[in-house]
């Protein structure tokens, strides 16, 4: 009877699809804007990672849907 590579009879697992690996998508920018830059001339939007959106909330931008 044939072993698996772990020493079990092949007999005795279930046999289990291969699943592609699947590439990890690089999170999109969240566009963000605010009313009042931080310094005059400073920006007004910012493309911002989806995990520091809160942070930039709390400091006055929103997002515009």
């Not at 092949?10 to 969240?30: G, K, S």
């Not at 001339?41 to 909330?57: L, M, Q, R, S, Y």
Request: aromatic fraction near 4%; charge should be negative; hydrophobic fraction near 25%.
């Amino acid at each position: 009877m044939a072993k698996t590579k772990d020493g079990i009879d092949a007999a005795e697992q279930p046999e289990q699809p291969e699943q592609p690996e699947q590439p990890e998508q690089p999170e999109q920018p969240i566009r963000m804007y605010t009313e009042t830059p931080d310094h005059a001339g400073g920006p007004t939007e910012a493309d911002v990672h989806p995990d520091e959106v809160e942070n930039w909330k709390a400091q006055g931008w929103r997002i515009e849907e």
